[in-house]
């Protein structure tokens, strides 16, 4: 909670004094930030031909498809929340569905243990990709150009091809030897690129030039679907014709709830993104963030406290809305919350032993990628879209073009038992046919007095939810800017395991040595980065500052 205007002065003045303050790219109407420079560019180059910000979301993400094939994708899915200029708002799930022959114990052997790498590698992994049907939807209810001359230029991109970045070249040598343990026939990726070579996506073009043609249904329906049966037939999948023409990508009601004087409008379920965040800001919102500092002990107590608290019920409580009964009002409620910070003290850590999830009456009825558009109008789109793993099932259709998803791996294997982000589920997650497995993602929209205030995202499996936490508590709470925000080190508890992850730099040594003592385990060596934030914030006079996440390769483009 921010205290006074006073204090808040006070902050402000000493903080602008600081030396090193950076800011991002600042532009006076419109803006894309996205993980590849390209992709901004062409979803920016949208909007400067008169396109709206759903034009903009249509030519983003498939030419993420095409530049950052890493996460960026049409065999995966992925959540989109939008605020209309007239404060209209609302979210699309173009999640992934579990194949009508999926199974609860699917991933289980005979004696009821998980097989290892069933989940997360090859063709039983992938569940009935939801992204074509995602940009369709959009474009459909909201688009203002033709889909033709949306995606003109990103077929262009793929027949022109891209040049390699370290970054790609270092995450492609990376995960070269699970492409060859998966993939039967070589695949593109398994050359030894390396940075400045251009690498052409001639397949991936042909697909989309279809898909440009005849539509939606030439993914689920068409040529294209048929060619992918027979792909994941050929490898052992499960996939069916049946599947993919079932597919829908499905309007829901995003999850609002206030934090201050601010309007937080995020991703509901099956993402659990909005719940978790509304959760964890609803714990801290009524201690004084700005008075503790930035990553001070006190601040970070409480945000790891209330952290804890939430990731506990999203283990119990979510999972597929269409599939489940989740009590949403009482999660989000902040007398739900005051309640289960009531055990929370400074003087020690809260075991996540003794916390379980909130006791509730049932009476109610490292790869995705984000990126957040403001479109000239005022429009803005935030959306978080993924093949889940890096290069996700690492399954490659060179017939097609692109990367299959390992999203099933996002469902719950077996009760207790982590996924690779070591998440825990219950039965609200358990895989049933048909069903969208829960996510973390969390595309976000901050309102400020009832005005567009900023849109933010970010990839990070089950830190999701927390980096898009501390890059708004950083503005609001902190004064930050937008890059400067996107820019701060970050840390991470999930409940399960009771560890507080940190980036390995940017944290006081006196505050880990405090937080040790006050019986927290901090864990610094498992990530090197948590999340890769896109994010844009409107400023006082009117402009846009982006904040383009320095771990990856990051850009905003705009005019
Ligand atoms: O939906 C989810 O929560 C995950 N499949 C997201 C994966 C992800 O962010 C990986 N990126 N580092």
Redesign the pocket.
Known sequence: MKKTLLLFTAFITLYSCKKDKVTGVITEKAMVVSARKEASKIGSDILQKGGNAFDAMVATELALAVSYPY?GNIGGGGFMVYRKNSGEIGALDY?EKAPLAAHKNMYLDSLGNVIENKSTLGAMAVGIPGTVAGVFATHEKFGSLPIQEILKPIIALAKRGLIVTQKQEDRIKKYQHYFLEVNKDPILFDKPWKKGDTIKYPALAATLERIAINGRDEFYKGETAKRLVAFMQDNGGIITEEDLAKYEAKWRTPVTFTYDDLRIISMSPP??GGICLAQIMNGIEPFDLDKYGHNSTKAMQVITEAERRAYADRSFYLGDPDFVEIPIKTLISKEYTKNRMADFSFDKATPSTDVSHGSITMFES???THYSIVDQFGNAISA?T?I???YGSKLYCSDLGFFLNN?M??FSSKPGIPNM?GLVGAEANKIEPEKR?????TPTIVEKNGNLYMVVGT????T?ITSVLQTILNVHEFDMGMQEAVNQPRFHHQWLPDVIKMEPTGFDKKVKNKLRQLGYELDETNSPIIGKVDAILMLPNGKLEGGADPRGDDTAVGF
């Open positions: 996460a999640r993402a659990s490292d790869e995705t978080t993924t889940n793993g890096a999203e791996d996002d982000f497995m829960l996510s973390s993602m990839p990070g499996g089950s999701i």
